[in-house]
């Protein structure tokens, strides 16, 4: 197993939810190298299905991408909180949906390139209704769609966003193999 040795770090940017890094390492050959890259405090995210195997999916303007994009519920962790913690909030928050079980999927690396950030990705089933509670400055509605809508909407590239599409093949495999609780 190959790695790098950190020779220096420099913090560029200290901002809300992220830091911006540039790192000097020693690579595996001897050589050296610069490492520009982000650190955040990870997220989870919940891929919400109800009894009928419908899914709950948001759609939110994504500035970056100057879009809205269809997304699962999903938000950033406090820092040093629990992943389950985050995922059972941000369910709640962005879909006033509680739900009576969940089930860990995966933690997934968004962006392995530039990032450290961490995604913990669940199953929610057993839900109801309640209000839901956004953030200041959130704006996201809220759609119920059948599970295999939102699967086709994923192979046809209508999903762009990584976690969703996670999210919908590993249930569509789960399925497949008959693992679903």
Request: one cysteine or more; aromatic letters at 12%; hydrophobic letters at 35%.
């Amino acid at each position: 197993m190959s790695k790098e040795k950190t020779l220096s770090s420099q913090l560029l940017y200290d901002g809300k939810i992220l830091q911006l890094y540039k790192d000097g390492v020693e690579l595996e050959n001897g050589k050296t190298s610069w490492r520009e890259y982000v650190r955040h405090s990870g997220g989870a995210c919940v891929l919400a299905i109800d009894e009928e195997e419908n899914v709950y999916l948001v759609r939110q303007f994504r500035y970056p991408y100057g879009k809205e994009t269809v997304e699962i519920p999903a938000g950033k962790r406090e820092k040093g909180e629990d992943p389950f913690v985050c995922a059972v909030r941000e369910l709640e928050e962005e879909t006033g949906l509680v739900a009576e079980k969940y089930e860990f999927v995966s933690a997934v690396y968004p962006t392995p390139a530039y990032t450290d950030e961490i995604l913990y990705l669940y199953f929610a089933t057993g839900l109801t209704s309640e209000a839901a509670h956004l953030d200041e400055g959130e704006f996201l509605g809220v759609e119920k769609v059948p599970f295999e809508t939102a699967y086709k909407m994923a192979v046809d590239g209508e999903i762009h966003d990584s976690k969703t599409l996670i999210a919908i093949y590993a249930y569509a495999a789960k399925k497949a193999r008959g693992e679903l609780k």
